[in-house]
């Protein structure tokens, strides 16, 4: 985020470079960075002479060359903006010709998204020297309830503890998805809103009490009727509750609190650490800690390994989802 902000501030200021190379897994940053040059740079009269479009699935390097020599027409600068340049993969290197003499009055923006190039190759180093070479990483899922915070925050909005990880929940690290229905939220609630786990599910469509956190809130304090309520209704509805999706998550809820039966500092601060959790839900690993000892949580890690493999079809002759959640809430409350 700290190199993100450098970038648009350079540019705010005038320190604009002739080549910026966004590469990474992450698409959300490269597609806002991209956004903003495009924005910004040139003013709207300027736009419609000195600013291009380039796709990397319907050009060769040599046309992106060519384009980017060409002078402004009554402006400063002209703006060249390759999208998708990952489909030119094979031949990103020819560019090394062109970064070796850059036109100084073009800003370059090649946005390889999904793939990064190996920064000892010639062709960063030449861009690195001249101009930005940018790596949008993935974030993990624990790092997404933080940037959900700071990107509303940003906007002037709160969000509820349970709202953010219900996002998480069913959106994983996907920041472009998650990013629109943050957008949505905005245009419907006023400013200085505090996001509800009520506001997601009646605008996003994800049910505020039949979803894998309420599950494992239901494991975690054993709660056995709440917990075959929610695997009743993912059995009904399959397509939107993938039991991989819930085996895994399960899995992985009892294997932290496996670490923390082992930690021994239960600092709640350096447990949040460990575990990777949101301090905010400390209290239901503490019950769940509680409730169900080492030895037990080792079995049941053992039995939600087995019902993983028997999730995707494998030696359980494609068993229904509901036996596999009744077996698995078996092996779990008994």
């Given at each position: 985020?700290?190199?993100?902000?450098?970038?648009?501030?350079?540019?705010?200021?005038?320190?604009?470079?002739?080549?910026?190379?966004?590469?990474?897994?992450?698409?959300?940053?490269?597609?806002?960075?991209?956004?903003?040059?495009?924005?910004?740079?040139?003013?709207?009269?300027?736009?419609?002479?000195?600013?291009?479009?380039?796709?990397?699935?319907?050009?060769?390097?040599?046309?992106?060359?060519?384009?980017?020599?060409?002078?402004?027409?009554?402006?400063?600068?002209?703006?060249?903006?390759?999208?998708?340049?990952?489909?030119?993969?094979?031949?990103?290197?020819?560019?090394?010709?062109?970064?070796?003499?850059?036109?100084?009055?073009?800003?370059?923006?090649?946005?390889y998204k999904y793939k990064t190039l190996d920064k000892r190759k010639k062709l960063v180093k030449l861009i690195d020297k001249i101009g930005v070479v940018f790596e949008s990483k993935k974030l993990y899922e624990n790092q997404v309830g933080q940037w959900i915070t700071r990107v509303l925050q940003g906007k002037g909005y709160t969000i509820e503890p349970k709202a953010n990880a219900m996002l998480v929940e069913f959106l994983g690290n996907d920041l472009s998805k998650i990013n629109n229905e943050l957008e949505k939220l905005q245009i419907i609630l006023p400013k200085g809103s505090a996001i509800a786990a009520k506001h997601i599910e009646e605008n996003i469509g994800f049910s505020k009490d039949f979803n894998n956190f309420e599950l494992l809130n239901a494991l975690g304090s054993k709660n056995q009727l709440k917990a075959y309520q929610i695997v009743q209704?993912?059995?009904?509805?399959?397509?939107?509750?993938?039991?991989?999706?819930?085996?895994?998550?399960?899995?992985?809820?009892?294997?932290?609190?496996?670490?923390?039966?082992?930690?021994?500092?239960?600092?709640?601060?350096?447990?949040?650490?460990?575990?990777?959790?949101?301090?905010?839900?400390?209290?239901?690993?503490d019950l769940a800690l509680k409730n169900y000892p080492m030895k037990k949580v080792s079995q049941i890690v053992t039995t939600m390994r087995s019902i993983d493999v028997k999730s995707k079809g494998v030696g359980a002759n494609a068993l229904p989802s509901h036996d596999l959640f009744k077996e698995m809430l078996v092996g779990i409350f008994n």
């Open positions: 985020m700290d190199e993100i902000l450098k970038i648009i501030n350079d540019i705010k200021s005038g320190n604009i470079k002739p080549i910026y190379f966004l590469m990474g897994e992450e698409p959300y940053y490269i597609d806002k960075l991209s956004e903003y040059i495009e924005d910004t740079i040139l003013t709207q009269d300027e736009k419609a002479f000195n600013q291009t479009v380039l796709y990397g699935r319907d050009v060769a390097i040599e046309d992106i060359a060519s384009t980017a020599m060409r002078y402004p027409m009554m402006a400063e600068r002209q703006v060249v903006i390759v999208k998708e340049a990952q489909d030119l993969a094979k031949t990103i290197d020819d560019l090394e010709k062109y970064v070796s003499n850059p036109m100084l009055s073009t800003v370059l923006v090649i946005c209704y993912f059995s009904e509805n399959e397509k939107a509750n993938p039991i991989i999706v819930t085996t895994s998550t399960v899995f992985g809820f009892f294997v932290k609190l496996l670490k923390y039966h082992g930690l021994k500092d239960k600092n709640p601060k350096n447990v949040a650490s460990v575990l990777g959790v949101n301090p905010y839900f400390l209290k239901d690993y």
